[in-house]
């Protein structure tokens, strides 16, 4: 099973900065890794796919980065509504796919 | 518009049975696997299985394999997940998901306590 490592835990931000999220593979994972935002009460949403493919409807401030076992996700200037959790999913070696254990953007 | 709508909250004792359902609506059921996902209050996410609402085909999780049931009805384009003897550990958020590899559309979740 591949582990997904995700820093850091939480992550205090001003609005109008950038967030920078780190996910690392346990081994290579080529660029099949997948980002999703959970705000609280809420299902999770997708956000990039193939490690930098904005999903539809996702704004161009989010982006990600990466390929083996480093990615990034990087949003560029945090907006109200940004601040929630965010977990790297792992779709190259399956079954299981295998998530990150979550990042947590707050407002700092 | 694509939509998965999830069955409602349940309360369950130890050892009783449980199905919950996910209802896909606006594209080709059979065209896109079914994933479940756990998700235990305050915790991360953990994907138990998937079916191919094609062929009735399933794969799960080691952590989940026979303990939970994954099935469908092409007829009503609805995925069942299935408990036979549920544990108060089984007490989290459940949320159904459409994709191969990745989840692109995720139902609303159903919470399911059980109490010890």
């Known amino acids: 099973e591949i582990v997904m490592t995700q820093s850091p835990a939480t992550l205090s931000v001003s609005p109008g900065e950038r967030a920078t999220l780190s996910c690392r593979a346990s081994?290579?994972?080529?660029?099949?890794l997948a980002w999703y935002q959970q705000k609280p009460g809420q299902a999770p949403r997708l956000l990039i796919s193939?490690?930098?493919t904005r999903a539809t409807g996702v704004p161009a401030r989010f982006s990600g980065s990466g390929s083996g076992t480093e990615f990034t996700l990087t949003i560029s200037s945090l907006q109200s509504e940004d601040f929630a959790f965010y977990y790297c999913q792992q779709y190259n070696i399956w079954p299981p796919w295998t998530f990150g254990q979550g990042t947590k953007v707050e407002i700092k | 518009e694509v939509q998965l709508v999830q069955s409602g909250a349940e309360v369950k004792k130890p050892g009783e049975s449980l199905r919950i359902s996910c209802k896909a609506s606006g594209y080709t059921f059979i065209s896109y696997w079914i994933n479940w996902v756990r998700q235990v209050p305050g915790k991360g996410l953990e994907w138990m299985g998937r079916?191919?609402?094609?062929?009735?085909?399933?794969n799960y999780s080691p952590s989940f394999q026979g303990h939970v049931t994954i099935s469908v009805d092409r007829s009503i384009n609805t995925a069942y997940l299935q408990w036979d003897g549920l544990r108060s550990s089984d007490t989290a958020i459940y949320y159904c998901t459409r994709g191969q590899l990745l989840s692109d559309f995720w139902g609303q979740g159903t919470l399911v306590t059980v109490p010890s």
């Open positions: 079916i191919d609402p094609g062929d009735s085909y399933t």
């Open positions: 081994q290579n994972i080529n660029i099949n």
């Open positions: 193939d490690a930098s």
